[in-house]
């Protein structure tokens, strides 16, 4: 499975942007996929996740009620719809899938395949 992450740019406060990852092999229908973001001299950190089917979904507690994870599987995309952004969501997005979760969803080391990350940047 190959991923790109797209949609980044520059917004300003209380702007949206929706980022995209497109996939491709056959089988990412049969994947989880994952949001994360790191700020620059910050760890990496969960987003967003959802599951195969589509039918489950989580976020982090700061994003909670802000982001939309959804997927469309014969698009071989996941989308992440970002509202409200302020600047502390500034960050270099990547989206992850993994096919089966080993660990809680929000534990990045066991993704297996990752996008090559897309730029946000909130302004005040």
């Known amino acids: 499975v190959q991923l790109q992450a797209f949609g980044g740019g520059l917004v300003q406060t209380g702007g949206s942007l929706r980022l995209s990852c497109a996939a491709s092999?056959?089988?990412?229908?049969?994947?989880?996929v994952g949001w994360f973001r790191q700020a620059p001299g910050k760890e990496r950190e969960f987003v967003a996740a959802?599951?195969?089917?589509?039918?489950?979904?989580f976020y982090a507690d700061s994003v909670k009620g802000r982001f939309t994870i959804s997927r469309d599987n014969a698009k071989n995309t996941v989308y992440l719809q970002m509202n409200s952004l302020n600047p502390e969501d500034t960050a270099g997005y990547y989206c992850?899938?993994?096919?089966?979760?080993?660990?809680?969803?929000?534990?990045?080391?066991?993704?297996?395949?990752w996008g090559q990350g897309t730029l946000v940047t909130v302004s005040s």
């Open positions: 959802i599951s195969w089917s589509g039918e489950s979904t």
């Open positions: 092999g056959r089988t990412f229908k049969d994947y989880n």
């Open positions: 992850a899938a993994v096919r089966y979760y080993s660990h809680n969803y929000a534990y990045s080391g066991q993704y297996e395949y």
